[in-house]
């Protein structure tokens, strides 16, 4: 696609349900980002995919997090068992290499709240 | 303390005004850094990139000073479109990223 797409757009979930979020990046970008912006706060780093390399998950907070990427395209972020501290906007973003100075395009995030 | 620090703001400037940011960084191992432009409730954008030398973009004007490990951003002649948060990014290497907490700019007509 022309962007980076995540799905859904909005997330309502009660405490302690599993969820998971979806990024497809551009196409022919090898390199995938997920943060997470909690209000007024700056985007923490979660985890990164590059190609076919094991990701660097060492953004994540807690076991209950984690992501797949397959065959190099579309990730899946899988929270479980959700608690209130994990409402926050989940960003994706890719880029056509690893290099920063190529830029970030992000997506338009899953905004995440759980009650 | 935090990697990237930036003043939370709000900036209120008038139309016209000229207004800069400053972001400190704590890692001296960044090699590069970047201002991101995300307006409310939407994704970052890449604004431009800070060189060692200097970067200029139209009215927007980067640089980077690693004796103090700051970089800065100069906005002139400020535009109701410039209304957004402003994120200071830098990069240690790879693909680590930090992003600074953001410095919202309001202006105003």
């Known amino acids: 696609g022309a962007g980076v797409s995540q799905s859904p757009s909005n997330k309502v979930t009660e405490k302690g349900k599993d969820v998971e979020l979806r990024c497809d990046p551009i196409?022919?970008?090898?390199?995938l980002y997920w943060y997470r912006q909690s209000l007024g706060q700056g985007l923490e780093f979660l985890i990164y995919f590059q190609g076919n390399s094991a990701p660097d998950k060492s953004g994540l907070p807690s076991d209950r997090f984690s992501a797949e990427r397959t065959g190099g395209s579309v990730s899946t972020l899988t929270i479980q068992r959700t608690q209130q501290e994990d409402s926050a906007v989940y960003l994706c973003a890719s880029s056509l290499s690893g290099d920063p100075s190529s830029g970030y395009t992000f997506g338009s995030g899953t905004r995440l709240t759980v009650v | 303390r935090k990697e990237v620090e930036q003043d939370p703001g709000p900036f209120n400037v008038p139309e016209g005004a000229t207004v800069a940011f400053i972001c400190t960084y704590s890692n001296s191992a960044s090699q590069s850094f970047f201002w991101y432009r995300q307006d409310c409730r939407k994704e970052p954008k890449l604004l431009m990139s800070v060189y060692s030398s200097g970067n200029e973009d139209g009215r927007f004007t980067a640089q980077l000073n690693r004796a103090s490990q700051y970089i800065s951003l100069l906005i002139r002649d400020s535009k109701l479109s410039d209304s957004a948060t402003y994120l200071c990014?830098?990069?240690?290497?790879?693909?680590?990223?930090?992003f600074g907490a953001g410095t919202r700019l309001f202006v105003k007509a």
């Open positions: 990014v830098a990069n240690t290497g790879g693909f680590k990223t930090i």
């Open positions: 196409s022919g970008h090898t390199a």
